[in-house]
Each structure stands twice: as C-alpha cells, then as structure tokens.
C-alpha cells in the first residue's frame, strides 16, 4: 500500500439539480479554503504587529476565530460531496443491496431532519443578532450578525448538498453510502 487514498465524489450524472448542488458546495469549499488562508496571514501579521513592531492588536484574533469558525461551517457542504466525514460503514457492508438502500435513504433522511432543526435556530440566532443589534463585547466591537451568518448559510449548504445526495440514491445515480457490492 502506498498511502495513496482516492476522493471518492458523490456522482451526479446528468442531473442538473445535482451538477447545481455539485457546483454550490465546490463553490462554498473554495471560500472555506480561502477563509483559512486569510486567518493564517492574518495570524502571521498579528505575529508581525506584536513581536516585531510591538503594537497591540486590536481586531486580528477575533477576525480569525470568526474565519475559522465560517470556514468549519461553510466548508460543510463540499466535505459531505466529497464524503470526507468520518463514516462507519461496517453495517451497510454487511447488509444485502435493497436493505442497505433503505438504510441510506432513513439515514440521509434523519440527517437532513437533524440539520433542518439547527438551520432553523441558527437562523433564528442570526436574526436576533441582527435586528437587536448585538455587537461583541471587544474594542472592534463587530456587528455579531455578520460572523453568526455563517450559521444559516452553513447548514442550509449542508442541507442542500445532503438532499441532492438522497435524490442522487432515490434515482439510483449514486449508490447508498457510496459503496459498490462486494
């Protein structure tokens, strides 16, 4: 074995929805990725500012939690269409083909009905920050709904990518849990 591991992508056939859903969360992983690269260089010149010029800082750590934190979160979507979450897939292994289908389709299905719940209160959290508001309690002191947007947008990425996942099964354009027979 040489460590090499392969991406295995959820496929999309010739699905418009699906090469839309594709495309979003390709788009939303690429602004998660340049999110981390902007908090790294932020860090790098906050480091600068403190050690070399020996200047406080004033927004540079909270910028990059909040990069940090929209990263993780809007970086969900494209983790799910590459299927990098940590699965076990013990189970649906050992499963025939038509129940390990079923199985896909409760399983996909209860995690679109858990995501939808947290879309919801995220978004509810992002409107009381916005209509109230909220600023954080810092010197930059940050409108708070603009890092708490992250949240809706996130989720609802997430929860768009994992419908397009279930239609992708539901059509037999993918297969359940990604998995071929054995």
């Given at each position: 074995?040489?460590?090499?591991?392969?991406?295995?992508?959820?496929?999309?056939?010739?699905?418009?929805?699906?090469?839309?859903?594709?495309?979003?969360?390709?788009?939303?992983?690429?602004?998660?990725?340049?999110?981390?690269?902007?908090?790294?260089?932020?860090?790098?010149?906050?480091?600068?500012?403190?050690?070399?010029?020996?200047?406080?800082?004033?927004?540079?750590?909270?910028?990059?939690?909040?990069?940090?934190?929209?990263?993780?979160?809007?970086?969900?979507?494209?983790?799910?269409?590459?299927?990098?979450?940590?699965?076990?897939?013990?189970?649906?292994?050992?499963?025939?083909?038509?129940?390990?289908?079923?199985?896909?389709?409760?399983?996909?299905?209860?995690?679109?009905?858990?995501?939808?719940?947290?879309?919801?209160?995220?978004?509810?959290?992002?409107?009381?920050?916005?209509?109230?508001g909220w600023k954080s309690d810092t010197v930059w002191g940050v409108r708070l709904w603009i890092p708490y947007l992250?949240?809706?947008?996130?989720?609802?990425?997430?929860?768009?990518q994992l419908t397009a996942d279930l239609v992708a099964v539901v059509l037999k354009i993918d297969l359940p849990f990604?998995?071929?027979?054995?």
């Amino acid at each position: 074995m040489t460590g090499h591991q392969t991406v295995t992508q959820a496929r999309v056939g010739n699905n418009y929805f699906l090469k839309a859903v594709g495309a979003i969360s390709t788009l939303a992983g690429w602004t998660s990725a340049t999110m981390i690269v902007l908090a790294v260089a932020i860090t790098c010149q906050m480091i600068f500012v403190r050690f070399v010029l020996n200047h406080s800082t004033i927004w540079q750590t909270e910028m990059v939690v909040y990069l940090v934190i929209a990263a993780t979160l809007i970086g969900l979507p494209y983790v799910q269409r590459l299927r990098g979450h940590v699965n076990v897939d013990l189970i649906p292994l050992m499963l025939p083909r038509p129940v390990r289908f079923y199985l896909c389709i409760l399983t996909l299905t209860i995690s679109i009905a858990i995501i939808a719940v947290m879309f919801w209160y995220g978004a509810e959290f992002w409107h009381f920050a916005y209509e109230r508001g909220w600023k954080s309690d810092t010197v930059w002191g940050v409108r708070l709904w603009i890092p708490y947007l992250s949240l809706p947008v996130g989720l609802g990425l997430l929860m768009l990518q994992l419908t397009a996942d279930l239609v992708a099964v539901v059509l037999k354009i993918d297969l359940p849990f990604g998995l071929e027979d054995s």
